[in-house]
């Protein structure tokens, strides 16, 4: 986040680049004070790790176990149904394993249904000031504030992403005889296991902020936070003690 490329200023607007170009100020300055303030404890950095690493962990297994309900039935359109009605409750089941509380604009699991709006209303306004968005984000890393993916996102990441485009791919395979073998397919464990694996590359990819870094590498934006995960976190360092707590309530304003 410190190094943002400039060459996109080029491509707006006088209004915009101006914008751009004074916050940008505002861009070092916080950079100057992460620099500043050294590398980050070596037990912080590994405890994070290790949280987004058990979290991602936990709803890969909890996608497979999904992807068992296909097995209940040979007709893949009521497979896919079934896998998504599942994916609710394992929802529930997920943000209390993940040990998540409340995120960038919810306080508790219902919320995160119930405050959707106010999560787009946060997304447009991040779209309208890129580089006020990012300079809050930087701001948020300094203070030991870091993001996992909720409920919510890990269980649309699943469904949305690749037990949907997987149904997609299988959908004209057919059997020896002609006759279309897409449930026979779809509920196989060969693919349910590749399926999984990919959504854990994908899960892990939203944990660290894997689109968004590279954006903001090549092509000088962050995507306007679209991909931020949500749920909050807390790194505190207290004598080189290292404490771990998720946020309790939501930020104000939410970002």
């Known amino acids: 986040f410190c190094y ?25 300055t916080v950079c100057n004070k992460a620099l500043a303030s050294g590398p980050v404890h070596p037990e912080a950095r590994l405890r994070r790790f290790a949280l987004r690493a058990y979290q991602t962990l936990a709803a890969t297994v909890l996608y497979y176990l999904s992807s068992l309900v296909r097995k209940t039935t040979p007709k893949p359109l009521i497979q896919l149904a079934l896998q998504a009605l599942v994916t609710v409750p394992l929802m529930v089941l997920y943000e209390l394993v993940s040990y998540n509380k409340a995120g960038g604009y919810y306080n508790n699991f219902l919320e995160m249904f119930l405050k959707l709006p106010q999560h787009f209303d946060d997304i447009s306004r991040r779209v309208s000031s890129n580089a006020q968005y990012e300079v809050r984000i930087i701001d948020e890393r300094l203070k ?29 395979i057919k059997d020896a005889n002609g006759v279309r073998a897409i449930g026979r397919t779809y509920a196989s464990d060969r693919l349910r296991a590749y399926e999984a694996f990919a959504y854990m590359l994908l899960h892990l990819g939203v944990q660290w902020n894997v689109v968004q870094e590279l954006s903001l590498r090549f092509l000088g934006n962050s995507l306007w936070g679209i991909l931020q995960p949500e749920a909050l976190w807390r790194l505190e360092i207290k004598k080189s003690i290292v404490t771990l707590e998720p946020f309790t309530e939501h930020p104000r304003p939410s970002i």
């Open 144 to 172: 030991g504030i870091f993001r996992t993916a909720n409920a919510l996102e890990s269980g649309v990441l699943g469904f949305l992403f690749v037990a949907l485009p997987s149904f997609a791919l299988v959908s004209g």
């Open 4 to 28: 943002p490329p400039t060459h996109h200023l080029l491509l707006l607007s006088n209004k915009q680049r101006l914008s751009t170009m004074a916050t940008k100020a505002a861009v070092m």
